[in-house]
């Protein structure tokens, strides 16, 4: 007996050949779907092999005729065509050959035993349905490992990157930090190097609250109620004579809100609509040891408007100008700002709003973004208690979630 095994695209073609090569006589022992080797296979449609054995004496004649017509064939057609060829004397033999077949092949299994050549039509559209529905299952199943690749990373993440990760330290800055520390030699921990790190990545100035100082920043960040609380600080605490000017006559209400501070403290207030009114404020606040200015809130993406407000800044002939930035502003739009609010030259950072957020990160992204040394923190609403000078080191406990404003 001799049995031969096929790989095809289709039965039909499986028929063709096993009747060409094998006579009518021949009977097909096995059938499974196959994939080619490599990443291909992964990719490509499955291909059908094919077992059908006959007895020699029946296909005696039929065998000469192939075997001319085999060595005429090219060597790598035949190894497509014909993967092995195997004498046996029995049909106790095949049953040994299918039993092999079934052991060797994991998660495949059977479709179709045949013991004739005949195959009918309605057996051809089942058998193509069940393929058609393992090839969708196999396809999804592939989707979605491919679907979760990444999904883990976050699990990859070291313990310091986790503690600024879940504190809203942007991502370019971990990566920043996680480089610095692991180029520090030292034995010390990895926390204690963090730490080192973050303290050389603040830095304070101690402002000199004298002469004209400028606020400027995005509307809504708490511009007014700074300079209200600075006052408080100055001419409350501290005994100064300060003096208030504001030239955010756009938004509603601001006008009066630092009015109503003004008149609390007893203190001289201006309000300039024109450069003109701006020559006339501060000249009449000359006796004044400290002169406070409110700015208009600009977008920081209108250039127009901020080339305005930077007429203003300079017409106060000060270098002593802050950018009022909120907490719980998006680290994207914060870049944005502190870009376009560069042309106003500003020399230190005010951050606001600590109150109202529960991470600190954005302190160090501000900071590192800007390149610009912070000055003062707002931690609440109430003037002037609200407004306070922090150390490196406190500023460091709020980032890594040790310490909190509230």
């Not at 080339?307 to 998006?330: C, M, Q």
């Amino acid at each position: 007996m001799i049995i031969k095994r096929y790989i095809v695209n289709t039965m039909n073609e499986a028929m063709t050949r096993i009747r060409y090569e094998l006579g009518r006589d021949a009977v097909i022992i096995s059938q499974r779907k196959i994939r080619k080797p490599g990443i291909k296979g992964f990719f490509s449609a499955k291909s059908i092999e094919v077992t059908a054995a006959v007895e020699n004496q029946v296909n005696e004649k039929k065998q000469n005729t192939v075997k001319g017509n085999s060595d005429s064939r090219n060597s790598n057609e035949l190894n497509n065509m014909e993967l092995n060829s195997i004498e046996l004397n029995s049909i106790e033999a095949i049953k040994k050959v299918v039993q092999q077949e079934n052991e060797n092949v994991n998660h495949s299994r059977v479709v179709q035993k045949q013991n004739s050549s005949v195959h009918k039509v309605s057996n051809q559209s089942d058998n193509n349905s069940e393929n058609l529905m393992s090839e969708m299952m196999e396809m999804k199943t592939m989707i979605s490992s491919l679907s979760q690749v990444g999904t883990p990373i976050e699990n990859q993440k070291s313990d310091i990157e986790k503690i600024l990760f879940d504190n809203d330290v942007d991502s370019e800055n971990i990566e920043n930090i996680m480089m610095k520390i692991k180029n520090n030699k030292t034995e010390k921990p990895d926390l204690e190097k963090l730490k080192i790190i973050l303290k050389e990545m603040i830095h304070i100035t101690k402002s000199k609250l004298q002469g004209r100082i400028v606020l400027v920043g995005p509307t809504g960040v708490g511009k007014t109620t700074t300079i209200a609380k600075l006052a408080g600080k100055l001419a409350l605490a501290e005994g100064k004579k300060v003096g208030l000017i504001t030239v955010d006559t756009y938004r509603i209400g601001a006008v009066e809100q630092l009015k109503a501070y003004a008149d609390i403290m007893n203190l001289p207030f201006k309000v300039v609509y024109n450069m003109n009114d701006m020559d006339k404020a501060i000249e009449s606040m000359s006796e004044c040891e400290v002169v406070l200015i409110d700015t208009t809130g600009r977008s920081s993406k209108n250039k127009m408007q901020i080339a305005e407000l930077r007429t203003f800044v300079e017409k106060a002939d000060t270098k002593n100008i802050h950018l009022v930035l909120s907490s719980t502003t998006k680290n994207r739009d914060m870049k944005y700002i502190i870009e376009g609010y560069r042309i106003l030259n500003y020399n230190s950072i005010i951050v606001t709003k600590l109150d109202e957020t529960a991470t600190y990160g954005s302190i160090l992204n501000i900071l590192e973004t800007a390149k610009i040394p912070l000055s003062f923190v707002s931690i609440g609403q109430n003037v002037p208690d609200d407004i306070k000078e922090l150390s490196a080191d406190s500023i460091v406990s709020l980032i890594l979630g040790e310490d909190t404003i509230c």
